[in-house]
């Protein structure tokens, strides 16, 4: 009797064992948006899609993005760095202090020589491990730094090119390379990019150009809370959404970026999970402001008040968005306490026409506003413009939208209204991202960024934004720079220089079996809380 | 014959010249440049001029191009592509490799079915069989590939479950290329097998009004015998076809490849044309209509060992 509870009790041991194995690790594998595999040498491209699953896995910057609440705007938390702070006697110089026993997935430790030679991999052209492609993808992001020197083994100091509080948000995109691993390929980067080394959570086991990168946990990473729950992760480039879609329904795949909304209903119904939640995309017109009908502030809230987002977002969009009222949205640390909340009104709209002249008959002249037929972070343009044009022709704003194709639309959008070929235009219709103070007003909004210099294309002129966005730059307490950005964003809000329409909310498809998984309020994903389950 | 290759030979140069000017002077008069997509919107002037000068895009077209066209002749260097920095001969050829898979395939799925209806077809004028082969052949030519494809994924992939949905084997022998290839080698053999049902019955018919069938009927020949002799005659007409079709399959899968996510040319095109890769487009350009006039210069030459008439002509 007691030799079969033996045994009953050793088969149930070993029929658990191979479950509970199973329960944890598996692969994980995820259809992108990206038409290639993003650059894997260390400085991604294919923008932040391309850092989100090939950047942000494989490598890490001094400064990370905490990436585990979906309730609060990611944040910067100590990534290779364990602190850092600015001198206070002269605010251009930054000491970071570096955190020991992390080692590359080449076996070489990370340290500060490791920090000078991919700070100098991007930024300086004489350097012999400069590299082209790193530096026009990061390079960039990286204006406000002048250099770096080591200090000791374990403590590097940047130089800032003036005092700016906006300095540690530039060292999130500087993912740090291996210099033991860049000899070893030979000097070449295009070679180590072929078998990189970062320190991130998952380093890379197979690289096919244009088909997959295939990765597997890194064990010996530094972060305990950090370790990846799956074993294996493979990138799938599909440029293609009806290709995504098909290939997470035959089970080719766990994960698809960006699903076709129209086919969201049907995939709740199929029993997929679909994971949405606010982050900084922001899509809207950007007006040109010295030109009518839109140089006229009370036209341009007219327009603001005559968008039925709710419509948008419900009807066409199946709730992958949110109705936008002003840059940031509702509940982000910057929105501020704007003065006005663009509802749907077209009773405002019209009453804010008349009072700007128009009305009984004189209708405000017809504007031109290009926009694209796709692209990234464009959502649906083609169908979305169509009811804002009928949304603003209904309280009697006339507006012919151009649909140019997306790479044109970039294109001419950086050129800025005053070329022959955009001379006619009165408005763009261009997704945006905001993920930090810099790229959330000062690309657009002060007067020193107006084209060609930077994409203030309007151009929006306004001394009291232009004092406010400087002062919240040259602040370095957090909660005061909140405070002034929320500032500017009521003053920029009450301009109405865009029409704010609406936030995407970054769609995503996932099979049941994507377990852990949390959407942040940012373009990157945290990819080592996700398990696989059954 | 060596002659007519030779000077055939020799008039590929002007061809290949002539496609290679075209598709340069279409991408640099078409808006967009690659600089927008290679760089992200907030990316400041000074930083897009230096990538601009690093690539050397910021130089005279003319001297863009003769530039290219000086590596390509005398180092046979294809360049880099702009988005990736990788190789184009090494992209291309990587690519070209996946599309002949395809392009053999969807032919072979195409040829076989379509000789044997098209001949089906002829022999029985006018019948009901000939009737549903027109039928068969005008859909085949008719459906859009793509749409097709998209069907056919939903049908075999997501709904039954026995073919994979898009992209290449991740594992290594034939048996996994086939499974991943049949998909889209049947989309893209459809509308193939449309032309070729078509042609051969228009052929063989031609054939069969021909005395000396008439002759080979009266001599009592069996009808396998006959079917011979008269394919043979309308040989000639098939293998045009067949090459055009080869090469339309090899180079214009874009549509296909992009839905099936098949990484060869045409995916490979598309991608480059949206990214304005300039080096990367010229170079499939360039190895596509190298391929295009290679093909048709395989298919005179084999009609000439077919029917010697044609080389005496």
Redesign the interface.
């Known amino acids: 009797m007691r030799s079969t509870a033996v045994v009953v009790f050793f088969v149930a041991v070993l029929l658990a064992l191979p479950a509970s194995a199973a329960a944890q690790g598996g692969t994980l594998r995820i259809g992108m948006t990206a ?2 595999i993003p ?1 894997t040498g260390g400085q991604a ?1 294919n ?2 899609e391309g850092l989100r699953f090939v950047g942000y896995q494989i490598y890490e910057p001094l400064i990370n993005w905490d990436l585990t609440s979906s309730d609060r705007l990611a944040t910067p938390t100590p990534g290779l760095a364990e602190s850092w702070s600015v001198n206070k006697a002269n605010p251009t110089l930054w000491t970071f202090k570096l955190r020991r026993n992390v080692q590359f997935h080449d076996g070489s430790p990370f340290n500060a020589d490791a920090v000078v030679f991919t700070f100098e991999s991007v930024k300086n052209k004489d350097a012999p491990q400069f590299d ?2 790193g530096a ?1 993808n990061t ?3 990286l ?1 406000l730094l002048k250099g770096v020197r080591k200090v000791d083994d374990y403590t590097v100091e940047f130089e800032s090119v003036k005092p700016s509080s906006f300095v540690p948000y530039q060292l999130l995109y500087l993912m740090m390379v291996s210099p033991a691993n860049w000899a070893k390929t030979g000097k070449d980067w ?1 070679k180590y990019a072929e078998s990189p080394s970062g320190t991130g959570p998952f380093r890379v086991t197979k690289f ?5 990168l295939e990765l597997e946990a890194n064990r010996a990473y530094w972060n305990p809370k950090r370790q990846p729950k799956i074993d294996k992760l ?1 990138l ?5 959404p ?2 995504r879609l ?2 997470l ?4 795949v766990d994960w698809v970026e960006v699903p076709p909304p129209d086919a969201i209903t049907a995939l709740r119904s199929q029993g997929f999970q679909i994971v949405t939640g606010p982050y900084p995309h922001n899509w809207g017109h950007t007006l040109r402001l010295d030109k009518a009908p839109w140089d006229n502030k009370l036209l341009r809230k007219a327009a603001n008040y005559a968008i039925d987002r709710v419509g948008i977002c419900k009807n066409l969009l199946s709730d992958t968005c949110v109705p936008g009222t002003g840059v940031a949205y509702k509940g982000h640390p910057w929105f501020g306490n704007p003065k006005e909340t663009y509802e749907y009104n077209p009773e405002k709209a019209r009453a804010l026409i008349k009072q700007a002249g128009y009305g009984d008959g004189r209708r405000p002249p017809r504007a031109v506003h290009l926009i694209s037929t796709s692209g990234s972070g464009q959502m649906l343009p083609l169908a979305m413009n169509e009811l804002v044009q009928k949304n603003l022709r209904d309280v009697g704003l006339d507006v012919d939208v151009q649909p ?5 639309l ?5 050129a800025g209204f005053h070329t022959p ?1 955009n001379e006619g235009l009165n408005g763009w219709n ?1 997704s ?2 905001f993920p930090d103070p810099s ?1 959330a007003f000062q ?1 657009f909004f002060h007067s020193k960024s107006v084209v ?4 203030n294309t309007m151009p929006y002129i306004n001394p009291e934004a232009d004092a406010t966005i400087e002062a919240a730059e040259k602040t370095f307490d957090t909660r005061e720079q909140d405070r002034l950005l929320g500032k500017l964003h009521e003053i920029i809000v009450d301009d109405a220089p865009w029409i704010f329409i609406v936030h995407d909310l970054n769609p995503r498809a996932m099979s049941t079996k994507v377990k852990g998984f949390v959407q942040p309020q940012s373009w990157f994903v945290d990819l080592t809380l996700v398990s696989l389950g059954k | 014959m060596w002659s007519l290759v030779v000077r055939r030979l020799l008039l590929a140069v002007p061809t290949l010249l002539g496609a290679s000017l075209i598709v340069f002077a279409m991408v640099k008069l ?4 690659p ?11 000074a ?2 001029e ?2 601009k000068e ?1 690539l050397g895009l910021d130089r005279p077209l003319p001297v863009q191009y003769l530039k290219w066209l000086e590596r390509a002749v005398v180092h046979g260097d294809l360049g880099r592509s702009i ?4 190789p184009v001969v090494h ?1 291309v050829f ?2 070209l490799r996946h599309s002949v898979a395809l392009a053999v395939a969807s032919s072979l799925l195409a040829l076989v079915p379509g000789l044997m209806l098209g001949t089906l077809a002829a022999f029985h004028r006018g019948t009901l069989v000939d009737k549903i082969v027109s039928a068969v052949a005008i859909t085949g030519v008719s459906v859009p590939h793509y749409w097709a494809g ?1 069907i056919l ?2 049908v075999f ?2 709904r039954l ?1 026995w073919l ?5 084997p ?1 594992e290594p022998g034939i048996g996994a290329y086939v499974h991943h290839m049949l998909l889209p080698a049947v989309a893209l053999a459809l509308i193939p097998l449309g032309v070729i049902t078509r042609v051969v019955r228009a052929a063989v018919l031609e054939v069969l009004a021909q005395e000396f069938v008439l002759t080979l009927r009266m001599k009592g020949l069996y009808m396998g015998a006959l079917v011979r002799h008269v394919l043979k005659n309308s040989s000639p007409q098939i293998l045009t076809v067949m090459g055009l079709q080869f090469g339309f399959a090899l180079g214009g899968s874009v549509l296909v490849e ?4 098949w ?1 060869g040319t045409g ?2 095109l ?2 480059a044309i ?3 890769d300039m080096p990367l487009l010229q170079g499939i350009i360039l190895v596509l209509s190298t391929a295009f006039v290679l093909l048709n210069l395989a298919v005179d030459v084999l009609q000439g060992l077919i029917d010697p008439r044609i080389v005496r002509s």
């Open positions: 038409s290639d650059y491209d923008g932040f082209r492609v026009s390079g960039f992001r204006s295009r096919v150009p244009r088909e997959r493979v799938l480039p599909m440029p293609e009806t290709t098909a290939a329904r035959s089970g080719q140019v194709e997306w790479n044109t970039l294109t001419r959008w950086r070929e261009i945006l991202a790229s690309r060609p210099v930077s994409v | 078409a808006p967009g440049d600089i927008s997509i290679l760089m992200p919107p907030d990316a400041g002037k930083e897009i230096a990538v690093a988005a990736t920095r990788r992209d990587d690519a998209i994924i939903i992939s997501v479950g994979p949905a898009m992209g290449g991740a992009t839905v099936f996510s990484p995916y490979l598309n991608i949206f990214q304005r």
